[in-house]
C-alpha cells in the first residue's frame, strides 16, 4: 500500500474515519432526500457516490459542468442546478434528471428554449445574490408554467447565515429568511423547498431538503461553529527551508482557497502565503524534508486547485479520487 | 473566427495588443539574458514561446511541473527553478539544462543525489522565505562543489519590495537588498546574480537576470505602481441575475486569486465573490445576459484556475493557448 510520503506535494488528504464520521452524522440529521448535498465543496464523483450510498441521490450543482459529470458518472437521478445560466441548452444535452434554478423572464426562457422540464423558482431571502424579490415569485412561475415547465418548488439560500458563529444570532437570520420562503412557497406551491447549508443543517426548520456540501470535508471557517462534523480535509506540504524564526512549506496560493484568509497549521503560527509557499513559525523546532498538514479556511476553491484528493488512514493512501468536475 | 460571446463563460482573455506592448517594453528594458522570464505568473508554454521569440531563451520556475512542461514544448535552453525541492530526483529526468536553487545542506544533497549538474546558492535579502542567511552562502557555495557541483551563482529575491507602490521607498528596499545579495556574490563566485521581479525591472541595478513574470499580463495590484505595462488580462463573465441595487456575474472564487482581495469590474463597485458569482454595483444599469470584464487582483493564483485563455482582439478571439504548466 501507498505511504503518505510517496505522495508529491502538496498533496490534498482526507482521513477516511473523518470523512466516514460526517456522512454517519449528517445522515443521522437529514436522512435520504432530506439533503440535496452540494457537490460544488468537493467537485469529486468519488465523493458523491459515498452520499449517495449514504442515501442520499439527489445532488445539488453549482455548475453546469458539475451536473454534466455527475450524469456521466451515473448519479443523474435527480440533479439540481441551485444558480442562473443562459447556456442551459447544455442543459438540454444531458442523460438525467435536471431541474434549474431561474429568478428572471430571461432565464426562464433560457429553460424552456433548452426543452428543460423542470425548473424551480429562486427567492431572494436575504444573501445579496442570485434569487427574485419575493413578491415576484409568483409572477415567475406563473411565466414558468405558462412556458411549459413544470414548477417543482422554491429555493432560498440564506447563505448570509451561514457563517455567523453565534448560534442564536444564526438561528434568527435563518427563521427570518425562512420566513420570506414560506410565503413564496405558499405563492408558488410545488413539493420542493430547497434550502440551507452546513451551518444551517440543524436550524432550518422549512427546508425540505438541505444543500449543505461542507459538512463533508469541513475547513477552518466552518470549524468555528462547534458543528459536530470534523475537519477531515488538509494539504500534506514539506518543510523545504528552515531559518531561525520561520520555517517554509510547499504549499500556497495555488494549492489553497485564500478568500476566507491563511490556513492554518498545528502548532505553528502562519506568517503569510505566497504562490508555493507557506511561511510558518513552528512551536517546535521543525527540519527541512519533515511533512506538516496545513487546514485551508475555505474548502471549496482549494479543493478546485487540486487534480486528485487521497483518502488516508494511520499514514496509508486507501484510495485516490480524482477531482473530476472542476471548470465551467 | 470565433467571437468572444461564443465562449462559456468564465473564459480567460488576453488582449492582443496589450500582450504585444508588454512584451516590447520589457525587451526593450531587459533585452535577452538580461531577462529570465517567470513562468508561474501564466503557466503556459504558448506564453513562454512568445516570450522566447521575443529573445529571452532562459526560464524561471516555481514548480517542477513547469520545467517539465517548458522541456517537453522545446523551450528547454537555460532552466531555473528558483525554489526549493527535495525531490530533485524528478529534475535529474528532465532533458535540458536545469540548473537548480539550494539553501541548505539538504537540498544541496538532494541536487547531488539527483545527478543534477548546476545550482544557484539562494541567498535570503529580506523576504522571510526561502535563501539562506548570507553569511552562510560562502559555506554552501563549498559544500556543493565539494558534492560536484557547478554554482552558477546567487539568486536573492526582494519580494518584500515588490508591490511597494511608493517609487522611492520601493527603490531604497531593492538596494538594500542588492547590498546584501553583492556580498553574498562576492563570496560565492559565479557568472550569475538572479534577482528582482516586475517591481525592480528597472530599479534592479545588480542582478545580471530579473525575474519578471506579471509583467505580461498583470493584474490590478501591480497597476497600482505605474509601471508601462497594460493589464492584458481579464476575466469574461456574463450577468445571470439582476436586482434593484446590484447585479451578479458568473466569476467567482474558482475562476480568481482572491489572495490580493477582490478583483475589480469598470464602471461597477464590487460588493463580493461567491464560489461561481461576482456580486457588483454597476454605475449603469446592465441586463441578464450582458456581458462583464473582470480584472483579477493577482495573476498568477487566478490563472491556475482555468485550463486555457483566449487571446483577443476587437471581441475575436485570434488564439487558444492551454495553461498547460499547472500543478505540480
Known amino acids: 500500500m501507498l505511504h503518505e510520503s510517496a505522495l508529491q506535494t502538496p498533496a490534498l488528504l482526507v482521513d477516511a474515519a473523518d470523512l466516514e464520521h460526517n456522512l454517519e452524522t449528517m445522515s443521522r440529521a437529514r436522512p435520504g432526500a432530506s439533503l440535496r448535498p452540494h457537490v460544488k465543496a468537493h467537485k469529486c464523483t468519488g465523493l ?23 450524469a456521466a458518472a451515473g448519479l443523474g437521478d435527480d440533479l439540481l442546478l441551485a444558480n442562473e445560466v443562459l447556456d442551459a441548452s447544455r442543459l438540454g444535452r444531458i442523460d438525467a434528471r435536471v431541474t434549474l434554478a431561474v429568478d428572471s423572464p430571461e432565464t426562464i426562457a433560457a429553460a424552456a428554449a433548452a426543452d428543460l422540464r423542470e425548473v424551480l423558482i429562486d427567492v431572494n431571502v436575504g444573501l445579496p445574490r442570485c434569487g427574485c424579490a419575493p413578491e415576484d415569485a409568483a409572477g415567475l412561475a406563473e411565466r414558468a408554467r405558462a412556458a411549459g415547465l413544470e414548477v417543482r418548488g422554491v429555493m432560498g439560500y440564506e447563505g448570509h447565515a451561514m457563517l455567523v458563529e453565534e448560534r442564536e444570532k444564526r438561528e434568527q437570520l435563518v427563521a427570518d429568511s425562512m420566513q420570506i420562503l414560506r410565503a413564496a412557497h405558499a405563492a408558488v406551491g410545488g413539493e420542493l423547498i430547497s434550502a440551507g447549508g452546513t451551518g444551517s443543517y440543524d436550524c432550518n426548520a422549512l427546508a425540505s431538503e438541505v444543500q449543505a456540501g461542507s459538512y463533508l470535508l469541513m475547513d477552518t471557517a466552518y470549524a ?47 506568517w503569510f502565503c505566497s504562490d508555493e509557499h507557506l511561511t ?34 494511520g499514514g496509508e493512501v486507501l484510495e485516490t479520487l480524482p477531482i473530476d468536475l472542476r471548470h465551467w
Request: net charge neutral; aromatic share 6%; hydrophobic share 40%.
Open 48 to 70: 458523491a457516490r459515498r452520499q449517495a450510498g449514504a442515501g442520499h441521490g439527489s445532488f445539488t450543482c453549482a455548475t453546469i459542468r458539475e451536473l454534466e459529470g455527475l
Open 224 to 270: 468555528k461553529l462547534g458543528l459536530p462534523f470534523r475537519e477531515a480535509l488538509s494539504v500534506l506540504a514539506r518543510v523545504i527551508s528552515v531559518s531561525r524564526d520561520y520555517a517554509v512549506a510547499d504549499c500556497g496560493l495555488k494549492a489553497l482557497g485564500m478568500d476566507h484568509g491563511n490556513p492554518s497549521v498545528d502548532g505553528a503560527r502562519v
Open 280 to 313: 510558518f513559525a513552528p512551536e517546535v523546532r521543525v527540519a527541512v524534508g519533515d511533512y506538516v498538514r496545513v487546514r485551508p479556511a475555505h474548502v471549496d476553491p482549494t479543493l478546485a486547485y487540486h487534480r486528485e484528493l487521497h483518502v488516508v488512514e
